[in-house]
């Protein structure tokens, strides 16, 4: 298992951009697929992308293709979430957590989950 912990957000005009980063914890991080899931308030929480153990394949929510990248650096063990193009949608508590199999977009298929970043973004 591997402690994560979120940082990054902020308030952001819609068109905006913001990067998140998931800091973890541990020697094991480059063994995980890594997930951000984000929450608005009265949702569930809703997978916007996925990466796998070495960073060389993505995918993404239909929501957020082509506007969010998310990338991951070993060597600091860390992955991020590039937002571009930011919309009032995109509000929400954002949360990274390790994957138990790269390409699924189930909460429970992942663990280790961070506190989350608050993205607030205002039209």
């Known amino acids: 298992q591997v402690q994560l912990v979120e940082s990054g957000g902020g308030l952001v005009q819609a068109g905006g951009s913001l990067r998140l980063s998931c800091a973890a914890s541990?020697?094991?991080?480059?063994?995980?697929?890594m997930g951000w899931f984000r929450q608005a308030p009265g949702k569930e929480r809703e997978f916007v992308a996925g990466i796998s153990e070495y960073g060389g394949s993505t995918y993404y929510a239909d929501s957020v293709k082509g506007r969010f990248t998310i990338s991951r650096d070993n060597a600091k063990n860390t992955v991020y979430l590039q937002m571009n193009g930011l919309r009032p949608e995109d509000a929400a508590v954002y949360y990274c957590?390790?994957?138990?199999?790269?390409?699924?977009?189930?909460?429970?298929?992942?663990?280790?989950w961070g506190q989350g970043s608050q993205v607030t973004v205002s039209s």
């Open positions: 957590a390790a994957a138990r199999r790269y390409g699924s977009t189930s909460s429970p298929d992942f663990h280790s």
């Open positions: 541990g020697r094991t991080f480059s063994t995980y697929a």
